[in-house]
């Protein structure tokens, strides 16, 4: 548990709250982005106002979130460098890459054209400013695609190799890190998740004015484009769900494992076990009920492919620990000059290890006088605590679920004109606006907590990876960062519920609800 | 393909490239911040002020996160032992750049006074803190930072925290960098207003050149007084260097060393010195580009001879000087370094040109009565 003196602790704690702070904005902007494009291309291709109108306030809404969005990032980028020195060292030469082409190529763009696009519709031709909508969206997923590319690198390495002259990886292929299978798997699982969060937000909002029967031809267009592209979000996020990435790469094993509570390897196909108790300590599932073949079809997408079950992995990471230890005995001798042919030799055939061994600094720091207790210890380490792995993963599965039976009725309804005798389905939509966010959350809980006990996959543990400061520092941070978070977290919401409650009014066109007539 | 060590090179330059363009396009936003109280006495002028900046500052802001960005690729060790040793600095700073965003986009969207008031407020400091937190932080280089690594593993510590980094030196750079911001920004706000805002802009920048003029000539006093780094012996710069590997030593005034060995060099100080004087003659004869023109030449210049005076050193250490991190022995792989290389060698003109394009289809002065016209959905 978190001793309150433990800078890695802390220094976590503050990752994961200001990590999934920032996610409460980040997917409203990926999915709302897209949604403003849609409004706008049908307001450019009819010349209908009330779609202009449509864009515009569903673009006060994406300002609002958006700014949030902006100030929340900032922490991310700069915590590296302050928390996680350490690891900012070792991996900077790969992991800055993708974050500085962010900025370069995602980040100026949509922070650029976000300015225009509030301001520039007096002073830009229809087409234009659909225009700059789209490279405003574009920008908000190319963002999200650079920073997926990092993390899904902390996931599954490729393309670096350690220089033990240096002391750090270093990059050894670009592409590879572009084209990392987890990256690209969780790119578009991410973005979709957002799309999903965008159309629920337009959905319930619109269905709300629906219920109080105002607005209702702003709020049934805006109800139809976000039901269309919901439904599409919501299969596209379940059927390419993150799971499919699991298969590559030894921590991604590790966590499908975990995410399941497979504490054997069966044959294949795996069952699925839909609900259960994880019991860590005695390593089986208590109260399991199990699907056959399903697991095994998901996770391999193949019949013939077993899922590989907690207690063999953990046999397999004794031996990479065993191995890591040779690696860093030789890793010493090295750095202290000795250059000789043995030491290399040594070296190489031990270094892909190396990170399991530096899991033993945690008990022993000088890590080859490891005692057969510390091994073990470090072995049990390298399974995360599988509990809210399994519950997290459920929960977010089943709200996917649950979206795409929203997202479905609500485009049937509409199709067979029978959406205004369903008050039980606007009130739903209303009531699931908040859920997206909860699926969402829960995914970054099974993705980093996950990752456990590494930064990044097999190499560096989480233990090492954090700057040396004192705790007093990162106690002083994390109160700042929160109450400041918090303060702003109030006021966003007010805002945001003012501005839902003010309705296209807001536009101050007069032709909404609530607004005198204009004087002829 | 460039070798190893012109690689290095210009990656110290480019560096210091992306610090000029931060200092430039989001000093004049930081700047209009902290003159925002003072150049506004009501609402409306104040929003004049506000917009002036608001549609464009955003885009601005990404200079600061690609310098951060470009120095965690480029030199990781920087990122990693002077982002910690700056770090409660550093999280000061990030507090008021939260206030930003989130100021620019919800003062004007409820017409309560108090609110405005206060988001006024929140925008003056999001400029103010952050333009003295990075002066101090520049200041404090020329010290150096209370940091060693340890020679196996290069794992950073460190002896001391914020309060040594308030000392006089550093507090005189920190206000240096918040005039020279304001300067930046009433030069701005000169170049884009009219009215009473513009006349109010007008009278602070005279005020303000000679700030800036004057704590420019202190600081370059007090530097021959420092003691600076040397450089005494290297393994191949076309290599990967580990920090500890060189000989560094210490001398009186070494800071200024390179001025005094070339001294043409002196050029690049004293166009930082000349160019709030200059400002402040065009902008008495109303040549508004020439005014901000040369403004922006003085935040360049002035960023631009720090950095000379530290080459080749990029983060100083005043406790071990041998693990002091130059842009020889700090920076990131060959490989890593090409590749951002030809990366931003392909995007940066395309962000420049579209950013361009932005700022014409923007152009035109910010009226009080362009405010009252759009009151609903300006700024």
Known sequence: MLAPSDVVDLSRLQFALTALFHFLFVPLTLGLSWILVICEAVYVMTGQTIYRDMTRFWGKLFGINFAMGVATGLTLEFQFGTNWAYYSHYVGDIFGVPLAIEGLMAFFLESTFVGLFFFGWDRLSKVQHLGVTTLLALGTNLSALWILIANGWMQNPVGAEFNYQTMRMELTSLSAVFFNTVAQVKFVHTVAAGYVTGAMFVLGISAWYLLKARDTGFALRSFAVAAGFGLASAVSVVVLGDESGYSTGEVQKVKLAAIEAEWETHPAPAGITVIGWPNQAAERTDYALKIPYVLGLIATRSTDTPVIGIKDLKKGHELRIRSGMQAYAALVRLRAGDRSDAVRLQFEQHKADLGYGLLLKKYTPAVVDASEVQIMQAVNDTIPKVWPLFFAFRVMVGLGLLFIFIFGVSAWSLARKQLAPRRWLLRLAVLSVPLPWVAAECGWIVAEYGRQPWTISGILPTHLSASSIDASQVWASLIGIGSIYLGLFVVELYLMLKYIRLGPASLATGRYHGEMRPQT | ?379
Not at chain 2, 62 to 85: E, N, R, T
Not at chain 2, 165 to 189: I, K
């Open chain 2, 1 to 379: 393909m460039p070798d190893y060590f012109t690689l290095k090179l210009i990656w110290w330059l480019l560096i210091l490239v992306l610090l000029i363009g931060f200092a430039i396009m989001d000093g004049f936003d930081m700047g209009v911040a902290m003159l925002l109280p003072f150049v506004g006495r009501t609402d409306e002028e104040r929003r004049v002020a506000i917009n002036v900046v608001g549609p464009t500052w955003e885009g601005n802001q990404v200079w600061l996160v690609l310098a951060a960005g470009a120095i965690f690729a480029a030199w990781p060790l920087v990122y990693a032992a002077g982002f910690s040793s700056y770090y409660l600095a550093l999280l000061l700073a990030l507090c008021a750049l939260y206030l930003r965003p989130v100021g620019f986009d919800y003062r004007s969207k409820l017409a309560n006074p108090r609110w405005r008031a206060f988001w006024d407020w929140a925008l003056f400091t999001g400029g103010l803190v952050p333009a003295l937190i990075f002066g101090i932080a520049i200041g404090n280089l020329f010290l150096g930072l209370p940091f060693r690594f340890d020679p196996t593993t290069l794992r950073v510590s460190y002896e001391g925290g914020l309060s040594g980094q308030l000392n006089p030196f550093g507090l005189v750079c920190g206000g240096l960098a918040a005039a020279m911001l304001a300067l930046q920004g009433a030069a701005y706000l000169v170049l884009r207003s009219e009215g009473l805002v513009w006349q109010r802009a007008r009278r602070y920048l005279h005020g303000l050149a000679i700030l800036v003029s004057s704590l420019l000539l202190g600081v370059m006093i007090w530097l021959n007084f420092l003691p600076g780094l040397q450089l005494l012996q290297h393994g191949d710069l076309n290599t990967a260097l580990s920090p500890l590997t060189k000989l560094v030593g210490q001398q009186a005034g070494g800071w200024l060393a390179h001025y005094q060995h070339t001294p043409w060099l002196k050029v690049v100080p004293l166009l930082a010195l000349l160019g709030p004087a200059i400002a402040s003659l065009f902008a008495a004869r109303n040549l508004r580009w020439g005014a901000f023109l040369a403004t922006s030449v003085t935040c360049a210049a002035t960023l631009a001879s720090a950095a000379i005076a530290l080459f080749p050193f990029v983060l100083p250490s005043r406790i071990d000087p041998g693990s002091s991190l130059t842009l020889w022995d700090a920076a990131s792989s060959q490989r890593t370094l090409l590749v951002m290389l030809v990366v931003t060698t392909l995007l940066l003109p395309i962000v420049l040109m579209y950013t361009g394009w932005v700022y014409r289809v923007l152009r035109g002065p910010i009226t009080v009565e362009a405010i009252r016209a759009n009151s609903k959905n300006l700024y």
